[in-house]
């Protein structure tokens, strides 16, 4: 089984999901959440947001 990270971006919102794929391409969806980014004070806090949420969602689902 494949497990797969998507990430659908923006500066304000970001979404993240993980689903799984079998060898035969069944689909399980694992998990999915929004990173709210607008509570940042400006854009490169927004983007330290991104990036200690989506490494957070890695270290927790370990995607391929």
């Known amino acids: 089984m494949i497990r797969i990270l998507g990430?659908?971006?923006?500066?304000?919102?970001?979404?993240?999901g993980i689903?799984?794929?079998?060898?035969?391409?069944?689909?399980?969806h694992v998990h999915h959440l929004p990173l709210?980014?607008?509570?940042?004070?400006?854009?490169?806090?927004?983007m330290k947001l991104l990036v200690l949420g989506l490494a957070a969602l890695c270290q927790q689902f370990q995607p391929q």
């Open 19 to 28: 689903i799984d794929v079998d060898p035969s391409g069944k689909v399980l």
């Open 7 to 16: 990430i659908d971006p923006g500066s304000q919102r970001t979404g993240g």
């Open 36 to 46: 709210v980014l607008l509570g940042a004070d400006d854009f490169p806090q927004r």
